[in-house]
């Protein structure tokens, strides 16, 4: 079991996923927009989200997988 903190428009919110090994950067953000827009992230229900929204998007993967943050990109750092 992992932990997905998913960031949009200044909200944060986690969602616990169930992974098998890797998951691919495009299937997290599809999985985030899925859920985001079933009402299933507490705090970050958004129905009405663009099948785009999370394109810009960057995925940190910290403690071996386990803590997963889906995040803008930021103008800053490398």
């Known amino acids: 079991m992992a932990i997905l903190n998913i960031t949009y428009n200044g909200l944060s919110a986690d969602y616990p ?3 098998d090994g890797r998951v691919s950067d495009a299937d997290i953000k599809r999985i985030a927009l ?5 009402g299933e ?6 129905p009405h989200l663009p099948a785009a929204a999370f394109d810009g998007f960057v995925i940190d ?4 997988g386990q ?3 889906l ?3 930021v103008p800053f750092g490398a």
């Open 17 to 19: 996923i169930e992974m």
């Open 34 to 38: 899925e859920v985001v827009r079933s």
């Open 41 to 46: 992230v507490p705090g970050l229900a958004l």
């Open 61 to 64: 993967r910290l403690q071996n």
């Open 67 to 69: 803590r997963l943050y």
């Open 71 to 73: 995040r803008p990109k």
